[in-house]
């Protein structure tokens, strides 16, 4: 499980530095780059920090501060389920954003390595999960003692 789980964050933050590097070099866009850079990695520390809570069950897994994140949306997150799935979502609506705005300056066939990550991320999350989900049969467990 906790392989998956490596697996998972070195994937997810390896898109975002990929997102990072394909950041807009205009001068004039600069803050829009830092303000995206800023939510970009709140978003992905929230993102790493729900999807371990989601596995191991526990609370209180870290996360950088959550400016810039609107308060109706946290509200949201509290109330439902599938917490890392919602935010791999905001992450990915905010890229698609930012491409639009000139933030992010890379064709798109490059862009969609991005999404490719976040994705394969996702896919070693939700089978890290399963594992939690799944009960180990009991007569396995037996045997193996």
């Known amino acids: 499980g906790i392989t998956l789980i490596e697996r998972a964050c070195a994937v997810w933050m390896n898109g975002v530095s990929h997102l990072f590097a394909f950041c807009s070099a205009d001068p004039a866009k600069a803050d829009a780059v830092d303000e995206f850079q800023y939510l970009a990695s709140r978003l992905m520390s929230l993102l790493v920090s729900k999807a371990m809570h989601e596995v191991s069950r526990r609370e209180g897994f870290p996360h950088l501060d ?49 999404f490719q990550e976040l994705s394969t991320g996702i896919v070693h999350f939700v089978d890290a999960r399963k594992l939690t989900d799944v009960p180990f049969p009991f007569q396995f467990a037996q045997m193996v003692v």
Not at 76 to 96: C, E, F
């Open 66 to 114: 959550l400016d810039g994140i609107e308060e109706e949306c946290l509200e949201y997150l509290d109330t439902t389920s599938g917490k890392a799935i919602v935010v791999l979502q905001w992450l990915q609506r905010l890229v698609v954003e930012k491409k639009r705005a000139g933030v992010i300056d890379v064709e798109p066939p490059i862009l969609s390595r991005v």
